[in-house]
């Protein structure tokens, strides 16, 4: 069952932050939020994740709202090899069963 | 650290034959989940082992199995072949309950 809700597609200049939204309004206290993105016919790459507090990494910077019913994934500066499909994922806690839903379709745009 | 390896990459089959797909993950990794993606059904959650005993199970039909070895590999097993198992089959391993998943290149099945 979706837990998350992500727009089907969004576009970004090359050389931008790219910002993709994640609404999962009916977030558990325990639960994480995942972020990981599919280029095509490749396996999923992990990108981040997060319970509270925002984080960043070398790839991207995750800021989860202080309610935690949302939180975006930004990318700072877009490059051509960011286009792919980005799944917002809240993680079963103790189950390893990742439900991905239908994510967002960057296209990174020259 | 070498990352989840998935044998074979590809794949051709014909109905009513089985097949068997190959998952070594990450070294000290112990929890191995399976994933089926097609273009309909999108990404979806087969099953998950860890220390050879299988935890959980998606909503597959039985001719859908896996098992897991003490190396922690794993491989899953599809019988009787249907034309809708065309799909790209991925593996994904974790150090356990609740840990980050990282995904192999996936296997991509073509059944005629």
């Known amino acids: 069952d979706a837990k998350t809700t992500q727009p089907p597609s969004m576009d970004c200049a090359e050389g931008r932050a790219a910002n993709l939204p994640c609404n999962h309004s009916?977030?558990?206290?325990?639960?994480?939020v995942y972020w990981y993105r599919q280029i095509h016919s490749q396996g999923p790459q992990y990108i981040i994740h997060?319970?509270?507090n925002n984080e960043t990494n070398e790839m991207a910077s995750l800021i989860i709202t202080e309610d935690r019913k949302s939180s975006t994934l930004i990318l700072p500066h877009a490059t051509l090899r960011d286009t792919a499909v980005y799944y917002c994922i809240v993680d079963q806690t103790g189950a390893n069963n990742l439900f991905f839903g239908t994510g967002t379709r960057l296209t990174v745009i020259p | 650290k070498a990352g989840v390896t998935q044998t074979p990459r590809y794949l051709i089959k014909t109905r009513g034959q089985q097949v068997t797909l190959s998952c070594s993950p990450i070294?000290?990794?112990?929890?191995v989940s399976w994933y089926q993606q097609t273009p309909g059904q999108g990404l979806q959650f087969l099953f998950e082992?860890?220390?050879?005993?299988?935890?959980n199970k998606g909503n597959f039909p039985g001719r859908f199995s896996g098992r897991q070895f003490s190396n922690s590999r794993s491989e899953m097993n599809v019988s009787t072949l249907e034309l809708g198992d065309s799909a790209l089959y991925l593996c994904a391993s974790s150090l356990g309950s609740g840990e980050t998943q990282y995904f192999g290149p996936g296997t991509r099945l073509l059944v005629l």
């Open positions: 082992y860890f220390s050879e005993t299988q935890r």
């Open positions: 997060g319970l509270k």
């Open positions: 070294s000290g990794h112990r929890s």
């Open positions: 009916t977030i558990s206290g325990n639960e994480y």
